[in-house]
């Protein structure tokens, strides 16, 4: 100050080079007295904190002997080992720091405060790994900023939502094709312009649902084949053939209903076999490929196939492409899960029992319709429809068969024997007439036996064939992989398959 008022003294008082020395004099002592503020504050803060710290050592030094060199060792080595207390961050000297000089200058801070969080950044490096964690997570729950949407991104979201409505109205909003007026789409001419577009859109937009409720094709089956049996037997898969249960000590296992195998191949020869199961066919098929190796089922359909109404996979027997009075569907339970009740059989849920024999008590009202040639298997279905088809059926055979036993031992019970005395005549006049020793079984019956011996013979000639040539084609391929190096098989891969012996064979 002496030096300044020299300098004073020496310049006019009001000349312009003492009012600029004036000037930066003052700018100047009012810099460094914000300077010295902030400095003061921020040392301040730091000496508090340092007290803290050093609060509990002073305690100890104060109660030892100052002139006691253990007691000072001791003292030193509590310094180095003992840990900082924790600082709220709210007494951060930085922050604290920050905030005076923000108000003193009138500078924004800059640095953003946060509530709530546990620890500030100095005493972060003296946590213990299990407080850290805890401060990340207290950390992690701070409330966030806001992000501002930006103009430039609202008016991409409302151009690309406008283009997408303006896209729409025009794709949806077009005149029907020949495959919607096909389906019964029309517009209304008493309509105007806009209206019939926006029916349109409303039109499509509920066609597009079936989707996923419809199957992909309404043709489920190709055409019938002129060598292709006549009629169709349609058979579930789930407790119906088989049965599945899992459990922790096996995990999943399938039990198969008991005569499955002489069922499908002794049906395949009556009927076209077709299995519809409501389970997706990546669960099916090697179901089935274990369950028929001979290929004795002719198509299989999968949950892909039904139709999705109320929550439930519903077989539609109109879709497969067959004349609906020559086809029949066994199901468990046909009014959940079929259209058509009256080409449906209820089949007893299979349990896993062993000794169940529904599918060889079945058999014969198949072999009847199918010799019969029925015009319409609905009404031979309906003729048996209360309660049990297949157990309504067999007594309908019992008491046909007993019938005819009571007519036959009535019309020979008045007839002499072939020891009779009449007899004996009759040799000697030559008009004897031979009677029938054993009763006499209907037609239909009689017609099956002799299918039955036929077919067990083919099949079992069949399956022989099979075989072998199964054999064969294992031996062929063991002494091709044995005879063959990688790069023989590298080239017989590469090579067209038509002209490969292994092909031919």
């Known amino acids: 100050m002496q030096a300044l008022n020299s300098v004073r003294g020496r310049i006019a008082p009001h000349s312009a080079v003492a009012m600029s020395f004036r000037w930066t004099a003052l700018t100047m002592i009012s810099r460094s007295t914000t300077r010295l503020s902030f400095l003061s504050t921020k040392k301040t803060i730091h000496n508090f904190s340092f007290l803290q710290n050093k609060a509990p ?193 096996y995990g999943w296992r399938i039990a198969k209903r008991p005569h499955l195998d002489a069922f499908l191949a002794y049906m395949s020869s009556l009927y076209e ?22 290929g004795y089922i002719t198509y299989k359909l999968y949950k892909e196939q039904t139709r999705h109404v109320d929550g439930k996979n519903i077989k539609d027997l109109s879709l497969l492409n067959r004349d609906l009075s020559k086809v029949i569907l066994l199901d468990t339970d046909p009014e959940d899960y079929s259209s058509h009740q009256e080409n449906s059989i209820k089949v007893p849920t299979f349990k896993g029992d062993p000794s169940d024999t529904w599918l060889l008590r079945a058999a014969p009202l198949f072999e009847y319709i199918y010799m019969i040639e029925a015009p319409d298997v609905r009404q031979v279905l309906e003729k048996h429809k209360d309660g049990d088809v297949v157990e309504n059926y067999n007594k309908w055979e019992e008491s046909v068969i007993k019938q005819l036993k009571d007519d036959w031992e009535n019309k020979n019970k008045n007839k002499p024997s072939d020891n009779s005395i009449q007899s004996y005549l009759g040799y000697a006049l030559g008009f004897h007439v031979e009677t029938q020793k054993e009763v006499p079984l209907p037609q239909f019956v009689q017609l099956r036996n002799t299918m039955r011996k036929s077919f067990e013979a083919q099949n079992a000639q069949m399956i022989k064939y099979i075989l072998a040539e199964k054999r064969e084609f294992e031996e062929n391929n063991k002494k091709l992989m044995s005879e063959s190096t990688v790069w023989d098989l590298a080239q017989q891969s590469m090579v067209d398959p038509n002209q490969s012996g292994l092909a031919a064979k």
Do not use: C
């Open 273 to 294: 076999i077709v299995i519809f199961s409501d389970q997706p066919s990546y669960i099916t098929e090697p179901i089935l490929e274990k369950l028929d190796p001979f």
């Open 57 to 249: 050592q002073q305690n100890t030094s104060e109660s030892a002997d100052p002139h006691d060199s253990s007691t000072q060792n001791q003292t030193s080595t509590e310094k180095t080992v003992r840990k900082t207390p924790k600082i709220d961050s709210s007494f951060s000297a930085s922050n604290l720091a920050s905030k005076i000089l923000s108000e003193q200058t009138g500078i924004p801070n800059e640095a953003p405060e946060h509530p709530g969080n546990a620890q500030s950044d100095a005493s972060f490096d003296n946590m213990t790994a299990a407080e850290r964690r805890k401060a990340r997570r207290e950390r992690s729950t701070l409330p966030r900023e806001d992000n501002k949407t930006s103009t430039s991104k609202k008016v991409m979201f409302y151009g690309l939502a406008f283009g997408l409505f303006v896209s729409s109205l025009g794709y949806f909003g077009q005149p029907y094709d020949s495959e919607e007026l096909e389906k019964g789409m029309s517009d209304d001419e008493t309509d105007g312009a806009i209206t019939q577009i926006f029916k349109r859109m409303y039109n499509r937009s509920v066609d597009s649902k079936k989707f996923f409720s419809e199957p992909a094709s309404t043709k489920l089956l190709p055409d019938l084949l002129p060598n292709q049996p006549a009629y169709t037997l349609v058979l579930s898969l789930d407790d119906l053939l088989v049965k599945a249960t899992w459990d922790k000590q």
